[in-house]
């Protein structure tokens, strides 16, 4: 089937200690997002990727980072975790990007502990 | 511009019927509805346009009033599987080609 898959499910980190949460993708979708997601909160966009053209929300930390090497993997990177960032990242992707009304395809989420 | 959703929680006995309300502030070209079951990803219920397109599950009711940019959800007969969080999430512009922007939720709980 096809799906968004994302590695790994847990990840505990220490304060500080650099971390990268992966998400691949077997839709062939032209677009993937990060969203950060706290705990009873609306998920919230970190960044998106169309094609390989990155675009930044304007409000997220420098210390996240990503990468697309290629169509099917996005890499989320944690420059140095801090306790604020334990959250659940969910990665989700759709077809398109430039007319709107595509339906997002959600990993299941990595939940990041930060001890 | 995140769309604001109403109410932010409700309880419903199995059987029971319940509206979920979205409204934004800003021209909308679709609104997208999403229920998250706790600890697990969101899962896609369905696509409003304006226009009148319609993208979804067949079980599934909802409308779009363009002019008041209002969204909502309609949950008739709830069953216990119909408990989570809901949330709308808008696409504005003319083309709404900008990313999702999701409302607060709504959290709904079916009891027996």
């Known amino acids: 089937d096809a799906m968004v898959i994302q590695n790994p499910r847990y990840q505990v980190t220490q304060f500080g200690k650099p971390v990268t949460l992966s998400c691949s993708q077997t839709?062939?979708?032209?677009?993937m997002y990060w969203y950060q997601q706290k705990s009873s909160q609306a998920p919230k966009l970190l960044f998106h990727?169309?094609?390989?053209?990155?675009?930044n929300e304007a409000d997220t930390p420098d210390n996240f980072q990503s990468r697309r090497p290629n169509t099917s993997f996005c890499f989320l990177d944690i420059r140095s975790p801090g306790l604020g960032d334990a959250a659940m990242y969910l990665c989700?992707?759709?077809?398109?990007?430039?007319?709107?009304?595509?339906?997002?395809?959600f990993g299941p989420g990595t939940r990041l502990t930060v001890l | 511009q995140q769309p604001v959703q109403s109410p932010q929680a409700v309880i419903l006995r199995e059987g029971e019927d319940a509206v979920i309300n979205c409204s934004s502030s800003?021209?909308?070209?679709?609104v997208h509805w999403y229920r998250q079951k706790h600890g697990e990803a969101p899962v896609f219920l369905m696509i409003l346009l304006k226009g009148g397109e319609q993208k979804g599950h067949e079980k599934i009711s909802a409308s779009f009033n363009e002019k008041k940019q209002q969204s909502s959800l309609y949950l008739t007969a709830s069953q216990l599987s119909y408990s989570g969080t809901y949330f709308c999430g808008t696409e504005i512009g003319s083309s709404g080609n900008t990313p999702l922007v999701f409302g607060k939720g709504t959290r709904l709980s079916v009891i027996a």
């Open positions: 839709l062939n979708h032209n677009v």
């Open positions: 990727y169309y094609d390989k053209d990155f675009n």
């Open positions: 989700a992707t759709s077809r398109d990007l430039r007319r709107g009304g595509n339906e997002q395809f």
């Open positions: 800003k021209a909308l070209y679709s």
